[in-house]
């Protein structure tokens, strides 16, 4: 048995000498908040042991600080473990997770660390917390033993292990920080606010497990000081840790953080939980499949009249799960009706993406694809269990009901497995389908009157604000205009707000008094005018999370667009990493933007200089990407042969090669006006 407080004492004296030996550099990868606990603490920006230390200090010799530098500078000597352990999760990861846990998807975070005894009851606990929507880190031997107790980790599982060691759940608080910085408005340096924030906020808590080191010890009782219970599943006594049986660990965490889980059981005969999301069920694991081009399928969801719409209704039409012969393909349509007050049609697909999520909910549903291209599977064991098709379909009635409350007053679900019928229904579905194709495709600008902003990124670049239009999609890639609309329409108040267009001012460059008037208020100022179709006047502000920068290259007369994914150079004698610390952090920067990839297909990608005509570089694998959908869109605008005359770092790696290259295929970009 531990001694919790000798072992905290010992611990700390421990973390103090690593402290003052520490040498070299120290960093993490792609992350805007340097190392997070030292720079939310003291907000100080850490990069080498000096830093490290004066942090240290400032933190009162905090050990959450000593353990995040002493690891950061192990793993700068080491290199990262190997998969599945993740070490430090970047800033992209975060804020989607923030995300979830806004929209309840994910309810709390808790994190496993030590050695367990029982290698299922450790099994139990990590799938009580799956079931209930908690996001579960994981740090240490608890790793390896939950793996040889058959329980799959990663990510996808809602399982994240952080590292080998248990000093890996540093990660754990490096993560709570950087929520607190991104969504809870806590400035770097400012201990009180997260503090306060964070026992006031943070749904987490610790289940420890025997075995910890003393250095590991204190790193973990140190949890407590932002809030966090640590429950001890056997192995230390004395000090402040909350003992309990296994079984009653995450019961007992959820309580104690008040963490309620508000998801309403559905009633099927099969675990439901986004835990499951990520899971594959492989053929020998299958009873039935559907589509995957095995079987005509299809997927489609309608808004219609209240008067059609008989909430809860769950119809089977055609052969129910008994008269399907086992291992064979079945032919499949899932048909949800939705009304509500607020629906609109123009929400339809993105709800009909939901389908997806709800379907890999079931532990033993699978679904993949989207549409007429769907590929669904059920379990054996499911069925075992005595899932039917019926079930299925109520699983899809309730999540929609339950995920969307204001949105959707009632849904009804109709699954057709009669062949004739699905294959009826499929033509209808289709031409669904190309009208919201054409509806989509076509969609400009200058059709809406009203377009979204995105602060979420204001926590660390305080002056950023996104437009998000039809034809101008986020820089960061994962906020379409419909998603924008969506947002505003479940959570009014939240980081996605309606921008009234208002009067044009410059069409071509894409400037509107609305946005300039939304800009200088959302940024608090700093910025006046924003022009969303150009490069050179009044570009976007840029954060830090871009999908690629875009950037003038003056001796050629056009553009290049460098991926995030492409660490090699560019012509421009920089990296993706170097241009983007050169303009992020909320500020414009005349002759480069951060964009989406899906703005580079856009009509309105930087019309203002010439758009497309203008591009002459971009990295291979981005090329390769855009493919076909790049191939198209030049063709439309009658430069078919422009995809193959783009340079990339094979054909043109430095600007002399890309001048040459540019002449030599016959580039129409050094011919047109000069950019600067
Ligand atoms: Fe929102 Fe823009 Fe940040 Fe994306 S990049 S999360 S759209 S502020
Ligand atoms: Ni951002």
């Not at 019961?251 to 963490?259: A, C, K, N, P, V």
């Not at 389908?433 to 509806?439: G, N």
């Not at 700093?526 to 009044?538: H, K, W």
């Not at 493919?627 to 422009?642: K, M, S, V």
Request: charged share 20%; glycine share 10%.
């Amino acid at each position: 048995m531990t001694d919790i407080g000798i072992a905290v004492r010992n611990g700390r004296e421990e973390l103090a000498r690593g402290m003052r030996a520490l040498s070299g550099t120290l960093q993490h990868p792609e992350t805007a908040y340097h190392l997070p606990i030292a720079f939310a603490l003291t907000g100080i920006a850490v990069h080498d042991a000096d830093g490290a230390r004066e942090a240290y200090g400032k933190a009162g010799s905090h050990p959450l600080v000593a353990s995040e530098c002493l690891r950061a500078a192990r793993i700068a000597v080491q290199g990262p473990e190997p998969s599945p352990y993740t070490g430090f999760v970047p800033d992209t990861v975060i804020r989607k997770l923030g995300y979830s846990l806004v929209d309840g998807s994910i309810l709390g975070l808790a994190l496993l660390t030590g050695t367990p005894d029982s290698p299922d009851a450790a099994a139990a606990i990590a799938r009580e917390l799956q079931e209930k929507y908690m996001l579960t880190f994981l740090a240490g031997s608890v790793v390896p033993v939950l793996q040889k107790a058959g329980v799959k980790v990663g990510l996808d599982y809602r399982l994240v292990p952080l590292g080998s060691t248990p000093d890996a759940g540093v990660h754990f608080a490096d993560i709570l920080t950087r929520v607190a910085m991104m969504f809870g408005g806590v400035a770097p340096g400012d201990a009180g606010r997260l503090v306060a924030y964070a026992k006031e906020r943070a749904r987490a808590f610790v289940v420890v497990f025997p075995g910890l080191s003393e250095t590991e010890v204190a790193l973990t009782d140190s949890l407590r000081d932002l809030g966090i219970p640590i429950l001890a599943a056997g192995g230390y006594g004395g000090g402040d840790w909350i003992a309990v049986a296994a079984g009653q660990a995450v019961t007992r965490g959820m309580e104690l953080r008040q963490i309620r889980v508000k998801v309403t059981a559905i009633p099927i005969p099969m675990a439901c939980s986004p835990a499951f999301e990520g899971k594959s069920i492989r053929k020998e694991e299958m009873h039935v499949e559907f589509g995957g081009g095995r079987s005509p399928a299809f997927e489609l969801l309608r808004m219609k009249p209240a008067a059609e719409v008989k909430d809860g209704l769950v119809r089977v039409i055609g052969p129910e799960i008994g008269e399907m012969q086992p291992g064979t393909a079945v032919p499949l349509g899932i048909l949800v009706d939705v009304a509500g007050a607020r629906m609109r049609k123009d929400f339809e697909p993105v709800l009909e993406r939901r389908i997806h999520n709800f379907v890999n909910y079931g532990e033993g549903s699978w679904h993949v694809a989207q549409r007429n291209l769907i590929w669904v599977r059920l379990s054996r064991d499911a069925i075992a269990r005595g899932l039917r098709m019926e079930h299925l379909g109520k699983l899809i009635q309730a999540k929609f009901r339950i995920d969307f409350p204001d949105l959707l007053d009632a849904v009804q679900v109709t699954l057709l497995t009669d062949r004739e019928k699905v294959l009826a229904a499929e033509k209808e579905a289709e031409a669904v389908y190309a009208e919201r194709d054409q509806r989509v495709l076509g969609m400009k600008d200058e059709d809406v009157d009203t377009f979204y902003s995105c602060i979420l990124c204001q926590t660390f670049a305080p002056n950023h604000v996104c437009i998000i239009t039809p034809q101008r999609p986020a820089l960061c890639g994962a906020i379409s205009w419909l998603d924008g609309k969506i947002a505003c329409e479940i959570a009014p108040a939240g980081a996605n707000q309606p921008v009234a267009r208002g009067r044009v001012i410059d069409a071509l460059r894409g400037e509107f008094e609305g946005v300039n008037e939304f800009v200088r208020k959302a940024s608090h100022g700093e910025v006046s005018r924003c022009a969303l179709y150009g490069i050179m006047e009044y570009p976007m502000t840029c954060c830090g999370c871009f999908e690629c920068v875009a950037a003038v290259l003056p001796d050629v007369n056009g553009f290049m667009v460098v991926n995030r994914e492409y660490t090699g150079d560019t012509p421009m004698g920089m990296t993706f990493s170097t241009l983007a610390g050169t303009i992020g952090g909320g500020a414009q920067t005349p002759g480069f933007a951060g964009i989406s990839k899906g703005y580079i297909l856009s009509e309105r990608f930087l019309q203002a200089e010439g758009g497309s005509r203008r591009l002459v570089w971009m990295p291979r694998i981005l090329r390769e990407e855009l493919g076909d959908r790049l191939r198209a869109r030049l063709a439309a605008i009658g430069i078919p042969d422009l995809f193959d005359q783009i340079a990339d770092e094979e054909t043109a790696p430095t600007l002399e090669q890309l001048v040459e290259f540019l002449a030599r295929v016959g580039h129409p970009a050094p011919g047109m006006s000069p950019l600067v």
